[in-house]
């Protein structure tokens, strides 16, 4: 009787271990700090003949992730002083197989892109994208300041891929936040349901590089789609 | 003690093992009784689990991936059933039984010698060691030999993203597309930290690293899609760094590179350049 008591308490050990391990990776998962935006609707557009529901989202990037954006609220929650960061989210949400317009202005410094395929527009509506009241299929590699890449997640829809790159803002080397700013706007047609990742292909973080502090952590230059 | 004193008592403690009493009540025969069911459960693993968990076959490569696993492991089960056979009986059978003493008993005395155990425990390992030797070297040099109509592809990892060009025809792309039945060079490197290449389905894997161009190849032989993905922990979102990859005939291989930008000439040029 007493082995089968220990026997069973032992089982029980063991399950709350394993039950704890699974809370403390569940309380882990990724939670946009600064919140979702959600879409805005705006009617319907035609792209090939075809009629999309049309949305539209908009936000920044600006060289230091500390301080406040023109409206008072912090660039980024987490701060961080010389970070580059998309303001004011990093978590989006979309209906599924709609247009999607995205009005981004750049407010960061460029460089030279380690590999010129993420200084093309891809997987946007034409693939072209204006930028800075130019439509353009590209940008010159060597003034890329950063990239707004999407691809669909394991078994949601692996082949979708949007990509989008931003020049260096009109202060150059100088730039600081809320100031200089190039606009870039595309349109592109959302996926299947569910959940996509977007992050910026330019090497902008500290470290080795460029990959490490706001390319390392999660908020900064990187972030998901919801895709509903 | 003297040597044939010693030689006694080595042999009251070995001969029991082997000799003396039905077999299923000697330390020898009880493990025997172990390896045969455990031999044969390894060896039913060997040859239908693999055709549950390995990918689907879509190149000569994976195949031979999986004959491969199948062999090593359909060898090594009657020897790992034999360490789990000891392993089992000492401790099933030399565990501390209720009312005994708690202190243990005194190891027996140190067992040397023994001509013929060592060597069928040598002869054994040694033949088993060549053969799985000769078998691995084959496989991987009929892997890396080149055929005739090689096709080159340039692969590169970057954080988080693979892209795949086509030397010649200047179309790049975030998915792998090949031909089938053309052996496929894939020239792998990095742009920034270590990836890993693997192209699950085509059952070859390397590692693409910055400033370095690797070199392996497959051998695509079943149309549809496969998928690509990182295998060296890269950062941030390596979880995501996965793409498809598609195995597609010659013809539909040409228009996709057309339909991607490339001018017909350098499609022709660069699907016959390697013939």
Partial sequence: ?228 | MSSEEKRDEIAAVVEPVFRGGPLWKRPAGKVLIIWVPMTIIGLLLAFFAPGHLFPENMSAEQEDVKTTFILFTALAAPVAAVVWGIALYSIVGWRKKSGKSDTPPEDGPPIRGGTIATTIWLGTSVILVVVLLVWGMAELSSELAPQQNAMQVNVTGQQWQWTFSYPGTGVTSTQLIVPEGRQIHFHVTSEDVTHGFWPVQLGVQIDANPNVTTLISATPNKLGTFDVRCSQICGLNHAYMETTGTTVTQAQFNAWLVSHGASATSVHSYAMSAK
């Fill in chain 1, 1 to 228: 009787m007493k082995k089968v008591l220990w026997g069973v308490i032992t089982v029980l050990i063991g399950a709350i271990l394993i039950a704890a391990v699974g809370v403390g990776f569940h309380s882990q998962q990724y939670v946009a700090p600064a919140g979702t935006q959600v879409a805005k609707s705006d009617g319907t557009v035609t792209v090939n003949g075809k009629t999309y529901q049309h949305v539209t989202l908009d936000f920044v990037t600006e060289p230091s992730a500390a301080g406040n954006l023109p409206n008072g609220k912090p660039v980024h929650p987490g701060g961080n002083e010389g970070w580059p960061a998309y303001a004011p989210n990093n978590q989006f949400q979309v209906p599924a197989n709609s247009v999607v317009t995205i009005h981004w202005v750049q407010y960061d410094s460029g460089e030279v892109v380690n590999n010129a395929f993420f200084a093309k527009v891809q997987g946007t509506v034409g693939g072209k994208a204006n930028i800075n009241g130019e439509v353009v299929d590209g940008i010159d590699p060597s003034n890329m300041a950063h990239s707004f890449t999407v691809r669909g997640l394991p078994g949601v829809d692996p082949n979708f891929f949007v990509s989008v790159p931003a020049p260096s803002s009109k202060l150059g080397d100088e730039a600081v936040n809320d100031k200089g700013g190039v606009t870039v706007d595309f349109s592109f047609i959302s996926g299947t349901k569910g959940l996509y990742s977007w992050n910026c292909e330019f090497p902008c973080g500290s470290g080795v590089g460029g990959f490490g502090g706001a390319m390392s952590s999660y908020g900064y230059m990187s972030g998901y789609i919801h895709v509903v």
